[in-house]
């Protein structure tokens, strides 16, 4: 670990701030839960599509459990996106909202730019120009090196060399095949109309139509919206598989704030909707953290919409979140004064003493107090906050 991540960790840490990509430096005694993780991860990666809730009450590390999930699935070639829902920025009464955000905050091992998003586009124009040009047509290379290539050339060189993007839906198709085809010709305006588009941005009927007017017969029909958000995700996934990625990994944190928005109703048919569209969404898994109050309420809700005719619906809904559940115990006091010495170990990373006897040896002294800290009743936040504390004690 260099000082520059010690550092990121410990000022994460100390402002009650879990760092999601740093985790695994100081984790400990979830081998179990991870194990789980990474079966699920395996059958994403054949093809099969996944959905876990991870369960337990406030405070007791859900969140660390996203993270850890976070960096098993991008050790293992998926993409991946960690959104919290919130009442005002993310509702999942607005699915589109929902949608935008798990496209800003889009992240794979190896992204070029800040913006996972923009990297992932850009992943995808470096290897479709190499597929077409791997292949002896000097037609082919010709036009992608001097871009002289027409809408309908670059069309048939997809077709040709790029079958698999065929199952993908009609309007990502045509999204992706014009987003490339403006790069070739320079035309930042479509460039851009092209990537608002994709992360769920409301594009006017007449902008859309100009746009058309640059694909021939190749059209995007609709806007993203609630009514398609979780088909253009996995558009994404299958795009992503072609890359030569493994699948998409989608975490929601916070998904017990559904009673929190004006709008519950709506919240809970979109959560009746995420988990049956994950049934079929191949090469997609979802990860959702949740409270026991999370359930108590849905069942509340969900109620309300019982009739014969929801009735197998619903029972599909109740069976999959009590199966796909992954219940969160507390950690041993053993372990959790695994995870303050490994705390401390970072700091001293981030000071640049690693070898400081000097600050050893006052940790050392106040063992006594770690244990006693480590041994009483509090949510990993408190705990964190407090070792975090009397770290910086050692300071002065």
Same mark, same amino acid.
């Given at each position: 670990?260099?000082? $520059?991540?010690?550092?990121?960790?410990?000022?994460?840490?100390?402002?009650?701030?879990?760092?999601?990509?740093? +985790? #695994?430096?100081?984790?400990?005694?979830?081998?179990?839960?991870?194990?789980?993780?990474?079966?699920?991860?395996?059958?994403?990666?054949?093809?099969?599509?996944?959905?876990?809730?991870?369960?337990?009450?406030?405070?007791?590390?859900?969140?660390?459990?996203?993270?850890?999930?976070?960096?098993?699935?991008?050790?293992?070639?998926?993409?991946?996106?960690? +959104?919290?829902?919130?009442?005002?920025?993310?509702?999942?009464?607005?699915?589109?909202?929902?949608? @935008?955000?798990?496209?800003?905050?889009?992240?794979?091992?190896?992204? *070029?730019?800040?913006?996972?998003?923009?990297?992932?586009?850009?992943?995808?124009?470096?290897?479709?120009?190499?597929?077409?040009?791997?292949?002896?047509?000097?037609?082919?290379?010709?036009?992608?090196?001097?871009?002289?290539?027409? =809408?309908?050339?670059?069309?048939?060189?997809?077709?040709?060399?790029?079958?698999? /993007?065929?199952?993908?839906?009609?309007? =990502?198709?045509?999204?992706?095949?014009? $987003?490339?085809?403006?790069?070739?010709?320079?035309?930042?305006?479509?460039?851009?109309?092209?990537?608002?588009?994709?992360?769920?941005? #409301?594009?006017? @009927?007449?902008?859309?139509?100009?746009?058309?007017? *640059? /694909?021939?017969? +190749?059209?995007?029909?609709?806007?993203?919206?609630?009514?398609?958000?979780?088909?253009?995700?996995?558009?994404?996934?299958? +795009?992503?598989?072609?890359?030569?990625?493994?699948? =998409?990994?989608?975490?929601?944190?916070?998904?017990?704030?559904?009673?929190?928005?004006?709008?519950?109703?709506?919240?809970?048919?979109?959560?009746?909707?995420?988990?049956?569209?994950?049934?079929?969404?191949?090469?997609?898994?979802?990860?959702?953290?949740?409270?026991?109050?999370?359930?108590?309420?849905?069942?509340?809700?969900?109620?309300?919409?019982?009739?014969?005719?929801?009735?197998?619906?619903?029972?599909?809904? $109740?069976?999959?979140?009590?199966?796909?559940?992954?219940?969160?115990?507390?950690?041993?006091?053993?372990?959790?004064?695994?995870?303050?010495?490994?705390?401390?170990?970072?700091?001293?990373?981030?000071?640049?003493?690693?070898?400081?006897?000097?600050?050893?040896?006052?940790?050392?002294?106040?063992?006594?107090?770690?244990?006693?800290?480590?041994?009483?009743?509090?949510?990993? @936040?408190? =705990?964190?906050?407090?070792?975090?504390?009397?770290?910086?004690?050692?300071?002065?």
């Amino acid at each position: 670990m260099d000082r $520059y991540t010690a550092d990121k960790i410990i000022n994460c840490l100390e402002c009650g701030i879990v760092p999601m990509d740093c +985790v #695994k430096y100081f984790s400990a005694g979830r081998e179990k839960e991870i194990g789980l993780i990474q079966k699920l991860l395996s059958e994403t990666e054949s093809g099969n599509s996944g959905l876990l809730f991870v369960h337990g009450h406030y405070g007791i590390g859900k969140t660390h459990i996203l993270g850890l999930t976070l960096d098993c699935a991008l050790e293992r070639g998926f993409i991946a996106s960690h +959104v919290t829902l919130t009442s005002r920025e993310c509702p999942l009464s607005h699915l589109n909202d929902v949608y @935008r955000n798990i496209l800003k905050n889009l992240c794979f091992s190896g992204q *070029q730019h800040k913006s996972g998003f923009y990297s992932f586009l850009e992943s995808w124009l470096n290897l479709t120009a190499q597929k077409i040009l791997s292949h002896k047509d000097e037609r082919c290379k010709h036009n992608l090196t001097y871009q002289t290539c027409g =809408f309908g050339c670059l069309d048939e060189l997809y077709g040709k060399y790029i079958p698999e /993007l065929w199952k993908v839906g009609e309007d =990502f198709r045509s999204a992706v095949k014009l $987003y490339q085809y403006a790069e070739l010709r320079g035309n930042m305006q479509v460039k851009d109309y092209i990537i608002r588009w994709l992360l769920g941005e #409301k594009i006017k @009927r007449v902008d859309l139509n100009w746009i058309n007017k *640059q /694909l021939g017969s +190749v059209k995007i029909q609709n806007n993203i919206g609630d009514d398609n958000a979780f088909m253009m995700l996995k558009n994404i996934s299958q +795009v992503s598989k072609i890359m030569g990625f493994n699948g =998409f990994v989608i975490l929601l944190d916070e998904a017990e704030s559904i009673p929190s928005i004006h709008r519950v109703t709506d919240g809970y048919i979109n959560l009746i909707k995420l988990i049956i569209q994950s049934i079929n969404m191949s090469g997609v898994f979802f990860v959702y953290a949740t409270t026991p109050q999370f359930y108590d309420d849905a069942r509340i809700y969900l109620k309300s919409f019982e009739s014969e005719e929801t009735k197998d619906l619903l029972d599909l809904v $109740y069976k999959r979140m009590e199966d796909e559940k992954l219940k969160l115990i507390p950690l041993t006091s053993d372990e959790l004064e695994f995870i303050a010495n490994k705390i401390f170990e970072i700091y001293m990373v981030s000071v640049g003493d690693e070898c400081n006897s000097h600050l050893t040896l006052r940790w050392q002294q106040m063992k006594d107090e770690i244990t006693e800290i480590c041994g009483a009743r509090q949510t990993m @936040r408190d =705990f964190i906050g407090r070792i975090v504390m009397n770290i910086k004690r050692i300071e002065n």
